[in-house]
């Protein structure tokens, strides 16, 4: 039997979301082998306890290291905020010591902090995310002095599941979660959650000009390209062509349908499966 060749990346997200990432990694990080996995039969990750989240995450990782994966990267707020660390302290030494995990907070975080005009954050995610306080955590590591406004927004993410993008509900929803963060005048806006750039129009529209609200998926392709770069040791080759699969531990039916909405192109590869 022949060995499977570790030579691809991971993108494990609790549904859709990672597909705003994805989107990104296609045009800035190509020629890789890209293994995405949405669990949305379980979704959303938001309103779970710590301890479901990072078991979910544990069958994940095993799924896609058993797929030949040297690398695997979180692209969900949720998972980042509440088992990342422990994904990378505790499972990964004792399951694959030679592979790597990788979060989509840090990133974001580091960004965002590091731009000197900006003195006033505003932060939406879900409940988990918003309460584990990662991304003040982090934010505050590179740049004390800048202060952090953060809002939870548990209603957004099963309205994009469901392709509410275009309802006036989700357009007032968002109004609703929003003016708070405006009223205090925030600079900046980071979306904490890979779900949200799906809604990035409507969020900018609402904010306004003066306040920045970017592509969070940009930004961590661009930190992956980075990543790489850094760490040849993974022996992650490119070629002429990106490929990528796609597993969903629901419907195939409603993650292509919604699936090529986001990512503005076919789902071809598609398989479900069962991770527990």
């Not at 003016?179 to 205090?184: D, E, G, R, S, V």
């Not at 959650?193 to 609200?213: A, E, N």
Request: glycine residues 6%.
């Amino acid at each position: 039997m022949l060995k499977m060749k570790n030579n691809k990346i991971g993108i494990f997200d609790s549904g859709l979301g990672g597909l705003s990432v994805l989107k990104y990694l296609k045009i800035d990080v190509p020629g890789y082998h890209y293994l995405y996995l949405g669990d949305n039969a379980r979704l959303p990750y938001g309103e779970k306890s710590s301890e479901d989240i990072y078991r979910y995450s544990c069958q994940a990782m095993d799924f896609l290291f058993a797929k030949g994966c040297a690398l695997v990267i979180v692209a969900c707020n949720t998972v980042s905020a509440q088992a990342l660390r422990r994904l990378q302290q505790k499972y990964l030494p004792l399951n694959h010591p030679h592979k790597k995990i990788l979060g989509v907070i840090f990133p974001l975080a580091e960004k965002f902090a590091k731009q000197n005009r900006i003195n006033r954050i505003g932060v939406i995610g879900t409940k988990a995310t918003i309460a584990s306080g990662t991304y003040e955590n982090e934010i505050k590591k590179i740049n004390p002095n800048v202060k952090i406004e953060t809002k939870s927004t548990p209603l957004l993410v099963p309205l994009i599941e469901n392709g509410w993008l275009k309802k006036p509900e989700t357009k007032m929803i968002l109004k609703k979660y929003l003016k708070p963060l405006k009223n205090k005048q925030i600079q900046a806006l980071i979306l904490g959650c890979t779900h949200y750039p799906f809604l990035i129009k409507d969020i900018q529209r609402i904010m306004g000009k003066k306040i920045s609200v970017p592509d969070p998926g940009k930004i961590v392709a661009q930190s992956l390209a980075d990543y790489l770069n850094r760490h040849p040791e993974l022996n992650l080759k490119t070629k002429n062509k990106t490929d990528i699969s796609f597993y969903t531990t629901a419907d195939i039916n409603l993650f292509k349908k919604e699936g090529e909405k986001f990512l503005n192109s076919k789902i071809e590869n598609i398989k479900k499966i069962k991770i527990d």
